[in-house]
């Protein structure tokens, strides 16, 4: 073998000449003039390996900086460093590369590996050939001559450390780190490197490092002989050259390729201990291949069966075991497609290497196939099969070796393709699966929903939304035909899983994964409205005979069939048309109460209602409030962020039921049991907790009491007195009810809350009114002051879709446009106030242009309500319908502060820790607010305050603010009396008032 090496002095020819004395393998020497010389005679034949720096050689195999390219060579080792340096005059006053401004300095013959390292430095520090200094292009000997003698200033010096001593007019300039560290990060080939010296000092250096290189003429059984040789030889050459590299590291970083006989022969020698794990970990995954080959065999062959009826157990009832093996059956195909394609591989390769060998024996000629073991094997079929190349371009010669590489090739591509496009594919159908509701629900402890119609969006919107305490998982189990809700309204797939099916059916219910359901909420389904409640009923009964302790909420068709559902299990019943009605009625006191029930229940940022035991309050707070009274834990919770409303006291009633009252038990039935009590009473504030008890509380969220607040501002002022508050009314007029049956019932509730009123009552109009029809509704003797306009209960119960909702509201829309226009010709001088009935949320804005002031949005409310069930399970429910039921006289109400009361000025805090009877404040309006407080969703107008807090900016009560309140009309015969409560306990001669003059009447005790 002919070795290209260097002049002769040098240190390539010197390490040539050492190689071919310690080698076995006949070498000839070649003395060139360097690393291009040498690569220019590899080009040209006349050498068959040569020692090369590893810049150059990146440069002419890439075809760089101007380099003639050529490829056709491959690095066996690489041999030692060689330092870039710079060595400088001691008088020159060189201390930076910045200082070689102006100075004449050596960059080494052109196109050597001095010359292009110079140039990288002196570019990096920012210095220009030609213009900030003067070039001189000498070698190594001849720069130092000239540093010595005076003629230049600097050199640049590529290869072994120049010797220099103390008394030596040069010295050597190090090179900055920063210019070390970038140019390694910019070219392959640079390395940055340490150089301990003669003061044992390590001083950073930057170099490159020179190679063997082999041409790619050799063949391959020489390429492998001769570096056997050179790696059996290493210790004894390292003794004459400590320079010598580590063979563990010959592999971390090489600008030229490596024959691809270097890693196999240094592995083999036992210098790459990293094959021996890579070894192992393919042998222990070949093992477990076969073992999971195996195990699909064994769960295709026992996986779940069919009875006769072809049915097969519910998900629910299998064993833990068996639905793992169900799972790696369905999985099996996919694993068996892969293992044959690697199998198929495997087969091709041991092909290729059997026609390749005859191939080589037949022509006599070197193949690269011949010999190679499993691990270069399968290194090169996999490196062929991905990526479609090969190390060192390695390919078969023979025609038919071709032909099966390109059979691998295809294979290799489409496998994976076709893997691909499987695994798609399967994903697709069971998305569309999914979507069908074909597919059994896998959630527990989740929200079951059944049944489908127009306020199930919004119920899971409110359960899966931002603001809620804790999203839910929620599973619908409806008969939605062809249309998925879930990709329809575009639920979160993460907490919302649809079943397609009957409800009432208990298998449906049981792919729903009813069994492991929380909480059930039974709508009033699209496609079985015609039946009534008898679906709602069903499903109820199969609910709680799959799971006992499931609370159940329904939805009510019909409230004659109250009875049925309660027989059943239902623990509550939500009517709309009677929430529909109460909060028609409340519109008539003020509009604004409607807005404040939304907010109260809806879960947003702002504050709402929140029901908590006593025992779960003493957990957050840390305080213990059982065995106390009620109004201590009013001022616990009112350092906390919240404002306490009432107590569920009754624990054994039955809840939900719309039968709720403030006097016990339903209404009408007296007191010996009561479940509720509001704080407006003695009996109230003075009951002692038990841990059971609820409070009903106002808070910013469920969590707010787990932090105390600042409580200057209610420490500091002193509770509002009865003399302060003052009530204003005009005396009402007429009332007009556009509704359906359920008015006559609740006729006594409107005279308790409006006192002598004319009410009418006719039908809900269907279409668009006319004069002449108004007008045969009207009594000619009243001046009316409220409208309420309520749509048809049967046509609201058939809407299936916004369509059918903006149907109805667009006939609303116009009546209230027209019933608007008609009052202002009939009464000018009386403006009349209109509550519409409005089915579409969106639709808002179109009914306050037709003139309504109140706009009930009857869904939205429902589902609210629905929502509020899930997590207060009932409290919230009973309590607020007991603040609708007029009938009670223990009813919200609503008045706007007026300049001369005696709460003008007085702070919101003061007013919430009063104890004056009969009243309690649970919300306001400040008027320097309302348009901060403007509510930006549609469902309502404003957003209420209910607790004290950093939120308020105005602290104080002002002319103009709207005060929701508690009024107890139980306690209106002191507007008889000589005296009046003073701070709840006191009594003082009250202000005389005709009971039957409601013209401006002075409520100052507590109406």
């Known amino acids: 073998m002919r070795l290209g090496s260097g002049q002769p002095g040098g240190a390539y020819h010197a390490l040539a000449g050492d190689l071919a004395a310690e080698l076995n393998a006949p070498i000839a020497v070649v003395e060139t003039s360097g690393t291009l010389d040498n690569l220019n005679k590899l080009s040209s034949g006349e050498v068959d390996a040569a020692i090369v720096q590893n810049d150059l050689a990146h440069y002419v195999y890439r075809g760089e900086n101007g380099l003639t390219r050529f490829s056709d060579f491959q690095s066996l080792l690489p041999l030692f460093e060689e330092y870039v340096q710079v060595v400088v005059r001691a008088d020159a006053g060189i201390s930076l590369l910045g200082d070689l401004r102006g100075k004449k300095v050596s960059v080494g013959p052109r196109s050597s590996g001095t010359y292009y390292n110079a140039a990288h430095i002196l570019d990096e520090a920012g210095l220009t050939e030609g213009v900030d200094f003067n070039s001189r292009y000498l070698a190594q000997a001849e720069s130092l001559a000239q540093l010595r003698s005076g003629d230049i200033d600097a050199a640049f010096m590529t290869g072994q450390l120049v010797a220099l ?42 170099s490159v490092t020179a190679y063997l290189v082999i041409a790619d003429s050799v063949s391959r059984n020489d390429a492998v002989a001769i570096t056997r040789e050179i790696i059996a030889a290493w210790p004894q050459l390292k003794e004459k050259w400590p320079s010598l590299g580590d063979l563990e590291t010959a592999l971390v970083s090489h600008p030229i390729p490596y024959h691809n006989a270097v890693p196999a022969e240094l592995a083999r020698a036992g210098y790459l201990e990293a094959m021996w794990p890579i070894r192992a970990l393919i042998s222990l995954s070949l093992l477990a291949w076969f073992a999971i080959l195996f195990v699909c065999y064994l769960a295709v062959r026992y996986r779940t069966t069919y009875n006769r009826l072809g049915e097969t157990a519910a998900r629910g009832e299998l064993s833990l075991s068996q639905r793992a093996v169900d799972f790696v059956a369905r999985i099996a195909p996919g694993i068996i497609a892969i293992s044959a394609a690697v199998i198929t591989l495997i087969i091709s390769f041991w092909l290729v ?285 009112i350092r906390r962020g919240a404002n306490l409303i009432g107590l569920v006291l009754g624990q054994d009633r039955e809840r939900g039921l719309f039968d709720s009252s403030f006097g016990g038990g339903a209404a009408g039935e007296g007191e010996d049991k009561p479940f509720f009590l509001p704080l407006t009473t003695l009996k109230g504030r003075s009951t002692v ?139 000018p001088d009386h403006p009349v106030q209109i509550t519409v009935e409005a089915l579409n949320a969106k639709n808002r804005e179109m009914f306050k242009t037709a003139g309504a002031t109140g706009i009930i949005c009857s869904l939205t409310l429902v589902e609210r309500f629905l929502t509020k069930e899930i997590y207060e399970k009932s409290q919230i429910l009973d309590y607020v319908v007991a603040l609708l039921n007029v009938t009670d006289r223990v009813h919200l109400y609503s008045f706007e502060v007026q300049e001369t009361d005696g709460i003008c000025g007085q702070p919101y805090a003061a007013i919430l820790k009063s104890r004056i009877e009969g009243f309690r404040l649970i919300g306001w309006l400040p008027v320097t607010q309302r348009k901060a407080l403007k509510n930006q969703t549609g469902d309502f107008d404003y957003h209420f305050r209910t607790v004290i807090g950093k939120r308020i900016t105005q602290t104080n009560v002002q002319a103009g603010d709207q005060l929701v309140v508690v009024l107890d009309r139980r306690k209106s015969d002191w507007l008889k009396r000589e005296d009046r409560p003073a701070h709840g306990d006191a009594v003082t001669k009250p202000k005389p008032a005709a009971v039957d003059d409601y013209d401006d009447i002075d409520y100052s005790t507590s109406l």
């Open 165 to 206: 001593n103390e008394d030596d007019i040069v010295r050597r300039l190090f090179l900055p780190l920063r210019v070390i560290q970038s140019l390694s990060e910019q070219y392959p080939y640079y390395k940055p490197t340490t150089v301990v010296g003669p003061d044992d000092v390590s001083n950073p250096h930057l």
């Open 353 to 637: 290497q059997l026609t390749e060998a005859a191939y080589s024996q037949t022509y006599n000629i070197d193949n690269e196939f011949i010999g190679m073991n499993l691990w270069d094997g399968a290194l090169w079929l996999f490196s062929f099969v991905v990526s479609g190349l090969t190390l060192q371009d390695t390919l078969p010669q023979s025609t038919w070796g071709l032909l099966i590489a390109n059979f691998m090739a295809l294979v290799g591509i489409m496998g994976p393709i076709t893997f691909i496009f499987f695994l798609i594919a399967q994903s697709n159908r069971q998305r569309e699966k999914r979507m069908k509701g074909e597919t059994c629900s896998t959630q527990s402890e989740h929200v079951l929903i059944c049944g489908w119609n127009e306020k199930a969006p919004g119920i899971i919107f409110n359960l899966t939304g931002e603001d809620v305490d804790a999203k839910r998982d929620i599973t619908i189990i409806a008969d939605c035909g062809d249309e998925s809700p879930v990709e329809k309204y575009n639920f979160d797939q993460r907490f919302v899983h649809y079943c397609q099916g009957d409800s009432s059916d208990r298998d449906s219910l049981k792919s729903a994964n009813a069994q492991k359901a929380k909480t059930a909420i039974v709508l009033c389904d699209c496609k079985h409205r015609e039946k009534g409640n008898l679906t709602g009923v069903l499903t109820v009964m199969n609910l709680r005979t799959i799971r006992e302790d499931m609370h159940i909420c329904a939805e009510l068709a019909f409230d004659k069939n109250i009875a049925h559902f309660v027989a059943c299990g239902c623990n509550t019943l939500i009517s709309p048309d009677k929430l529909i009605a109460r909060m028609a009625v409340l519109s008539t006191v003020s509009p604004l109460l409607v807005d404040f029930i939304f907010d109260v229940l809806t879960y947003n940022s702002q504050d709402q209602f929140i029901a908590e035991s006593v025992e779960n309050v003493e957990k957050k707070t840390g305080e213990k409030i059982a065995g106390e009274e009620a109004y201590k834990a009013h001022q616990h919770l």
């Open 689 to 827: 907790l038990e841990k059971d008890n609820v409070l009903i509380f106002s808070a910013r969220n469920r969590n707010a009491i787990e932090q105390r607040r600042d409580i200057s501002a209610i420490e500091q002022c002193k509770e509002v007195t009865a003399d302060d508050i003052r009530i204003h009314r005009k005396k009402p007029a007429g009332i007009l009810l556009f509704g359906e049956e359920e008015f006559p019932t609740i006729h006594e509730g409107l005279n308790v809350l409006n006192d002598q009123t004319h009410l009418d009552g006719h039908p809900a109009p269907t279409r668009l009114m006319t004069h002449q029809e108004i007008t045969a509704c009207l009594n000619p003797d009243v001046i009316y002051s409220h409208i309420i306009l309520l749509t048809n209960k049967e046509q609201r119960s058939s809407c299936s879709n916004d369509v059918d909702l903006n149907e109805i509201d667009a006939t609303t829309i116009l009546n209230t446009r027209l019933l608007k226009k008609y009052f202002q010709q009939r009464q």
